[in-house]
């Protein structure tokens, strides 16, 4: 990709030639191999002041999942574990479970057989979560 190819933008008035972020900024265009560029502290950001900090600033994970508590309890046991700083890592959670158990052909409640990702991640770390009645 080139980086003068990259797209244009138009602020209500004309149209402006930008360059991709990150290949204008890396000199492995050719390989395609990019690195991310880090946030800066900078005040030329139209007024807006980035109060980036690389020791406070929270690291945001989005974990969708679809009917997979078990792999995602471990996911985000790897996540917390691994981090080198767990205490900013923020985890936004997306589950989608079978809450009607009609997806199942034992006599064990639906939660059994489809485990939330909150519930395993608690049997991982050794809680037990309280069971509360939908609504």
Request: charged fraction near 20%; glycine fraction near 8%; charge should be negative.
């Amino acid at each position: 990709m080139s980086a003068s190819k990259y797209g244009r933008v138009f602020d209500g008035s004309s149209f402006e030639e930008i360059t991709h972020p990150i290949a204008s900024n890396n000199n492995n265009e050719a390989s395609g191999a990019y690195e991310p560029i880090p946030p800066t502290n900078n005040n030329n950001n139209h007024g807006f002041t980035n109060k980036f900090d690389s020791k406070i600033t929270p690291i945001f994970v989005s974990i969708p999942h679809f009917r997979d508590g078990k792999r995602c309890a471990q996911t985000v046991h790897r996540l917390f574990d691994t981090a080198a700083h767990p205490d900013r890592v923020v985890v936004g959670l997306i589950e989608q479970t079978d809450s009607s158990g009609s997806g199942s052909s034992s006599d064990s409640s639906s939660t059994d057989d489809d485990p939330t990702c909150l519930m395993e991640y608690c049997v991982l770390m050794g809680h037990q979560m309280k069971q509360h009645e939908p609504g």
